[in-house]
């Protein structure tokens, strides 16, 4: 009968390894997966000097090629998805990070990856090797794949993490997909518009002052404005660059950043639409970690960290001291004024019933579809 050697962590954390003798190796993770382990390497281990020899000598790999370098969303969507469906297929942890460190096609992404595969295998836990790199697993990622090592449910856990990151991504599909027309729009007009002013306009004043006839004060305007943007043209251009670059130096402080904010939500109409696009991000976001068992708190402060506001951030804020002092999530909520009143009444309906989950799911929904309807009739 064949000999192997197991790795896996207990349902404490704890890191195991042994030799055993099994039939096979997929007889050997059935029997530990219903023992309640958490399997992350299995290998053969043969007497056989002449085996050895040949597993140990090196072998030649082709060199890895990759299509782009960064990390693209569709590249985390698609590594969270396909360890989902090999760690649900019964396929070990360090096997499973192997198979698909072959298929990743970026190459800071293979290099994250390889690392962490490394640490795994050095017996650290795969929430403790990717928080490592928080550049491409924030703490949310972390914190989910932490409760899922800890609850032994970590394909489940990791299944609705795949889920959100792919409702994301659509999310910001449509609103991208919205916006480029009139972005196009409004390029071509500035172009058309300097085309008149550097092109046309003149020709047509030399034609007007050749005939000598009175222009119409709103002729005079248009062609005076052609003259001013065709004389001062490269000082227009100039200009406008260089406060298009002291603007975006501005809003990287935290003053510029607020004031930013602070200007998007007093806009008539978009000034909501921008407030809704963050609180479908905020109730997505809890809606997940609560589902996956992470306690209020934390999932707030999880929150709070990567809602990519400082406004909203500042709000979570309070909401997370009242409730470390007893309060219920709706109340601090309500105070706020920053969250629409259909929001709140859903959560407070999903405390006394305890769905909370359930309902931020609903709301999250509901508010990225009315984003998603609004985009598309701009």
Sequence with gaps: MPKFK???????????????????????????????YFVLKIE????????????????????????????????????SR??????ESGVTLLRSLEVIL????SEKLYSVIEQVNRDVEHGSALSEAMAHHPKVFNQFWVSLIEVGEAAGTLPKVLNKLSFYLEQQA?????????????????????????????????????IFTTMGVDLPLITKILLGTFRFIKEKFLLIIGTIAVAVFLIKRYIQTPSGRFAKEKFLLSLPTFGNIFRLIIVERFTSQMAILVDSGVPILQALDISQRLVDNMTCANVISDIKESVRRGELLAAPMERSEFF????????????????LSKMLKHVANF???TV???MKRL
């Design 6 to 36: 197991y790795t896996i962590k207990d349902s404490y954390g704890k890191t195991l390894t042994n030799v055993v003798e099994d039939f096979s190796r997929e007889s050997l993770i059935e029997k530990l997966q219903k023992q309640g």
């Design 44 to 79: 053969s281990v043969s007497s056989e000097p002449g085996i050895e020899a040949a597993a140990a000598a090196p072998k030649k790999t082709k060199e890895k090629k990759f299509t782009h370098k960064k990390i693209k969303l569709h590249d985390v969507i698609s590594f």
């Design 82 to 87: 396909q360890l989902v469906t090999m760690l």
């Design 102 to 105: 072959s298929q990743i096609e």
């Design 170 to 206: 659509h999310f910001r599909s449509t609103i991208i997909s919205s916006i480029m027309y009139p972005v196009i729009l409004f390029f071509i007009c500035m172009g058309a518009v300097s085309f008149f002013a550097l092109f046309v306009g003149p020709r047509f004043e030399s």
């Design 340 to 355: 629409p009143g259909m929001a709140i009444q859903m959560i407070i309906v999903g405390e006394e019933t305890g769905e």
């Design 367 to 369: 508010y990225q579809e």
């Design 372 to 374: 998603e309807t609004f």
